[in-house]
């Protein structure tokens, strides 16, 4: 008698969903492990609520203020904090990486660099995000445990505006970490972006609108083109204010697009996400590893 064949099934190779998912799940698991996340979490917690502190005594109250009025003064925490953030922990990503040796590891398995760029993207997105929803949800808790009223729309809206600043930051992160070859090279290019946007950028404009006598809609084109302030105009209109504090860029914006700046502001920071990650994926399948 002849003994019963059974079929062997043949192994499959791992899909790219399969491959970015392990990899965003490692990537995860080491930001969570490491000592950048609790520090940026902890000291996003204590700025929050010490800008809770002093929108209270600005406005002759007395210890915590309610959302409401700390929105401004989280708009302009979130501007100086987030991007920092995220753009050190993109840039000393791939580059550390290829330092260890790890990079030509990764890339000898299975697995395409455009995957790999997929998987530490939302990987290091999702700490992000958990490292913001941390840092505000102890700011609100910290309002309702002392019986301020808060508003969820509010919170919800700052929550979300800052994620997606932090994914366009993370993308130009990762731009810089494919290109650069040493970590100390990739964090300290990330440092100087960092600077140019926050504070160079401000200066450059307002320098350019006196000697160049630029219009007021050559201003908010430009404006445009700077994600933080996309950010900050996005951020007080999601909450009613007026872009009038904002001078006569954000006075034209709002009469002259109204309802339609939510998908232009959405636009914008949705190129800031996918640009930089595209032009970091070409430059991750045409570099060496090593």
């Given amino acids: 008698m002849k003994a019963a064949a059974y079929p062997v099934p043949a ?10 998912l392990t990899i965003a799940g490692r990537e995860l698991r ?27 005594a600005g406005s002759g109250g007395t210890g915590l203020s309610g959302f409401g ?38 890339f000898a398995q299975p697995t395409s660099p455009v995957e790999t760029l997929l ?22 808790g910290a309002l309702a445990a002392r019986g ?10 700052l929550a979300g505006l800052s994620v997606l600043l932090a994914m366009g930051m993370l993308s130009v992160g990762l ?16 440092i100087f972006v960092w600077l140019a946007l926050v504070f160079v950028s401000d200066l450059a404009l ?12 050559d201003l908010f084109a430009i404006a445009l083109l700077n994600p933080l302030q996309v950010f900050k105009m996005w951020s007080l209109h999601a909450a009613d204010a007026s872009l009038d504090v904002l001078g006569p860029a954000g006075l034209y914006a709002s009469e002259e697009f109204g309802a339609r700046l939510h998908p ?7 190129a800031w996400i996918v640009a930089p990650l595209t032009l970091a994926a070409l430059a991750l399948s045409r570099r060496s590893p090593l």
């Fill in 11 to 20: 192994l499959r190779a791992p899909s790219a969903v399969s491959n970015t």
């Fill in 30 to 56: 080491d930001a969570v492990r490491s000592r950048w996340f609790v520090l940026y979490t902890l000291a996003f917690a204590a700025l929050g609520l010490g800008v809770s502190f002093v929108s209270a």
């Fill in 69 to 106: 009025r700390t929105t401004a003064g989280l708009i302009n925490l979130t501007l100086l904090f987030v991007p920092l953030m995220a753009l050190t922990a993109g840039a000393g990503s791939i580059a550390s990486d290829r330092e260890r040796g790890m990079l030509a590891y990764v």
């Fill in 119 to 140: 998987g530490k993207y939302l990987g290091l997105g999702a700490a992000l995000a958990a490292c913001l929803a941390l840092g505000l949800g102890a700011c609100a």
């Fill in 148 to 157: 301020l009223r808060t508003d969820p729309s509010s919170i919800l809206w």
């Fill in 175 to 190: 731009l810089i970490s494919a290109l650069a070859r040493r970590t100390s090279v990739a964090v300290g290019t990330a």
């Fill in 206 to 217: 307002m320098a350019g609108a006196v000697a160049l006598r630029l219009r007021i809609e």
């Fill in 264 to 270: 232009i502001f959405g636009a914008s920071l949705a």
